[in-house]
Each structure stands twice: as C-alpha cells, then as structure tokens.
C-alpha cells in the first residue's frame, strides 16, 4: 500500500476530520504534527505547492490536498483504489443490528443526546461525522457555558462531552452519513463504515462557515484564505492579516489571531458590530487590531500562488482600495448542515423544522436537535440543551411503540 502522510495540527478540525476519514479505512498513516515539529512547516508547504492550511496530505507521491479534497475522492470511489483497501473488509461487528437511536453529529447536541440516550439504557449510535466535536472545535475559548468560571477550549470541551458519552456506553462510528433512507422502517443510515440499521434518529448535524463568494476566493483558499484561525493562524505569524465579518465568530478570529499577525484588521459592512458587547468591546480595544466600518471585500487578489492583497470597497462613499495582506479569514456566519435531508423533512431556509417546542419532525421516529434547526440562538448550551430535548423525546417515543 502507498506510503500516506498527514501535515496536520493538534487543535485543527479538518485533521481531525481527515484522519478519521482514514482510520474508518483502517489504513496506518503518518501524521505529522506541525505543533510538535514547526520547523517543517515549510517542508509541508514546499511540497504542496505553497498551501497554508492544514490538513495536506499526500499519498505515495500525489498530493492529495486538505480533508474536502480527501472527502470529494471518496466520494468518487477513487480513495479505495488509491489506498489498495476495499472498504467492505473494514465495516464493523454490528452494522446490520437494529438500533434504538442512531445520532447524526457530533457536536454538543449530539453528544448530549448520546448522553441523555445512554443513560436512558438505549445503546446509542453516533455517526460522528467529518466534522467529530462540530463547530467548538474551531472555538479558542469559551467563556459562556455553564460550569467553566475560567472558560474552556473548545475542543477541550468536546473532548469532555465524548468522554461522559462513552463512560455510558455510546458507540462510536467514524466518519460521515453519506445516505438516508426513511421511506421504511427500520431506517437505514449509510456511512462510510456501512449500513445502520435504526429504530429512530436523532439529527444533530450543525452548521458550516458561509463563503463570502468573491472573485479569488476560491483559488486562493487555502492559500491565505482560510476559514478557520485556530487551524491557520500560526502560517500568518509577523504578517498582515484581514477578518471579515461582525458577529462573534469574526471578533473571536480576529482576537485570536493578533497573536500571530502584525496587525489584524476587520471589515464590517456596517458602521457597528453585531457581536456581543463583550466581544466587540475586546476587539475595539485591542492595539493590533484596526476596524473598516462600511466596507465589503470585492475581490481577494494574489501573485497565483498566495494572496498578496484584497480590494475594499467602502458601501457609503463608492471608494475602492487595495489593502495589502497575507492572510485572509472569513467569519460571516453558518449555514445549517441539512442537503442530506432536504427532500425527506419540512425545511425553512435550509433549517429543519421541528413540531412546537418538541424536536420531533414530520417523520415520525426522527428527531432534530441543535444549529440544524435552530437559527435565532445558536449557541453551545443551547444545542445542548435541544440534545437533551431530542433524546427524551425519542426515549418517549420508543416505550409508546413498546407499550
């Protein structure tokens, strides 16, 4: 089998994501980690072909690209060939079992669902898909969840919440959901692993960073684009770098980066934030941070290898500047992650809609929980709430089917 390496760091989703995508495969790997070796940083970036985000991986002597490129290759059938490992062999003991609750999504609705079914003796099943922990894993620190007075990394805590589900007998399956079939019972849940089967679902599947769709965006990302400071902001270090965005996830970038960056400015098409206070009083009060007010990004503009600049356009007196920079984040929001369920359940802008303040949805046996459904709060200790919510119902649901 080909030699496969993975440049990746500790705190950085995608890794994690790709890595899970390799161990569902059951293929050895070696992955490098840049927070332990830094100096071979420009090894990986040499070899890619100047790309500044992690995860890059190459396999034998092609280079694959970061955890989309993985996923898409999959996708297509090709990653099997490429490994010279059928995937059939590496599905587990169990898959063709009838669960009581299969979970979609790994985030905090979904392991507090997981944790809630758990104890509720239900077995669970979590498909944890690529994005394993969900957005917290992008969050450098929480500050708002309830029992953390000195706040806590994200992905610390999602290690925590993981951790309390397995102590209560949750399952785990690595991966994505790559189809539904809720046309008869019982459903059945595809993944990369295999088929499960499931009495009832729990769909906790999260959001995913918004695109800004600017001309340069796309050929330049991964090249000083990024969409994830946690992962990237180390590549920026003693260089210009720009956030856009007005909301928590743009200040919460932009904070964290002016650790790496000489300067960081943030674009903001208005002429006040929509962030917290808290947060936007942090950001207004940092020295390395300078804030564009009434500003959009037109174009993002390189030397076809890394961004160099970004035009700027100022939304009140017509204006157009170039401002020069090396790293380029976008923080304007999510959308909720629902293509795989939007022709089988009620949608409104892409969210799943659920019955009242139930999670129960027109399906009857499946359940919704956290940012997939829920477009006005949109925070940790919310979803983890509608996980708990989710879980009820559906441990409700099955004694009325059994009584």
Known sequence: MAEITVYSRDWCPYCRRACALLDGKGVEYNRIDLDAEPERMEEMIRLSGG????PQIFIGDRHIGGSDDLLALDNAGELDELLES????????????????VIIGSGPAGLTAAIYSARANLKP?????????????????????????????????????????????????SGDAT??????????????????????????????????????EEKYSGRGVSYC????????????????????????????????????????????????????????????????WDSVVEEVTGDDMKVTAIRVKNVKTG????????????????????????DKMPEEDGYLKV??????????????????????YRQAVTAAGEGCKAAIDCERWLEAQNS
């Open 355 to 376: 019955h009242g303040n139930t999670s129960r949805t027109d399906v009857d046996g499946v359940f919704v929980a956290g940012d997939v459904h829920d477009h006005v």
């Open 86 to 101: 059928g995937q059939e062999q590496q599905r587990g003991d169990g898959m063709a079992d009838v669960h009581q609750v």
């Open 125 to 173: 099943v979590v498909v944890e898909g690529l994005g394993a922990g969900g957005q917290l894993m992008n969050t450098t620190d929480v500050e708002n969840y309830p029992g953390f007075p000195e706040g806590i990394m994200g992905p610390d805590m999602m290690e925590k919440f993981k951790a309390q589900a397995e102590r209560f007998g949750t399952t785990f399956v």
């Open 319 to 342: 204006e157009v500047a170039e401002r020069p920079c090396s790293g380029f984040f976008v923080g304007i929001g999510h959308s909720p992650n629902s293509e795989l369920f939007r």
């Open 51 to 54: 790309m500044t985000t992690v």
């Open 229 to 292: 400071a946690t992962c990237d902001g180390f590549f920026f270090r003693d260089k210009e770098i720009v956030v856009v965005g007005g909301g928590d996830t743009a200040m919460e970038e932009a904070l964290f980066l002016t650790r790496f960056g000489t300067r960081v400015t943030v674009i903001h098409r208005r002429d006040e934030f929509r962030a917290s206070k808290i947060m936007a009083d942090r950001v207004l009060a940092n020295e390395k941070i300078v804030v564009l």
């Open 179 to 216: 189809a539904i079939d809720f046309s008869k019972r019982p459903f059945t849940v595809s993944t990369e692993a295999g088929d499960l089967m499931a009495e009832t679902v729990i769909v906790a599947t999260g959001a995913s960073p918004l695109k800004l769709g600017v001309k340069g």
